[in-house]
């Protein structure tokens, strides 16, 4: 079973750096616990911060889906910010 785990990030109350850090420590935390978990932020983050301009919802969208009709099962993160 695959989980993706979903977290807050545009609006994080501090800032994209603290979301990713989040859910980054969130992501190590199931990884120790033996859970396989896909976290768009961990891996989209660093993308988007080496690339110039920015992003809206949809294309994020259209790259997360993949990712999220290939996993089993959500885990949203009870996190500030939602």
């Not at 979903?6 to 616990?33: C, D, I, V, W």
């Not at 993308?47 to 790259?63: C, L, R, T, Y």
């Amino acid at each position: 079973m695959i989980f993706y785990l979903a977290t807050p990030y545009t609006h994080h109350p501090r800032g994209p750096e603290a979301a990713h850090r989040e859910a980054l420590r969130l992501s190590r935390q199931l990884f120790g616990a033996g859970v396989p978990t896909f976290s768009p932020i961990v891996h989209s983050h660093p993308i988007a911060d080496g690339m110039p301009g920015q992003f809206d919802h949809e294309m994020w969208m259209s790259f997360n889906d993949p990712f999220i009709n290939a996993c089993d099962a959500l885990l949203i993160a009870k996190a500030d910010g939602w």
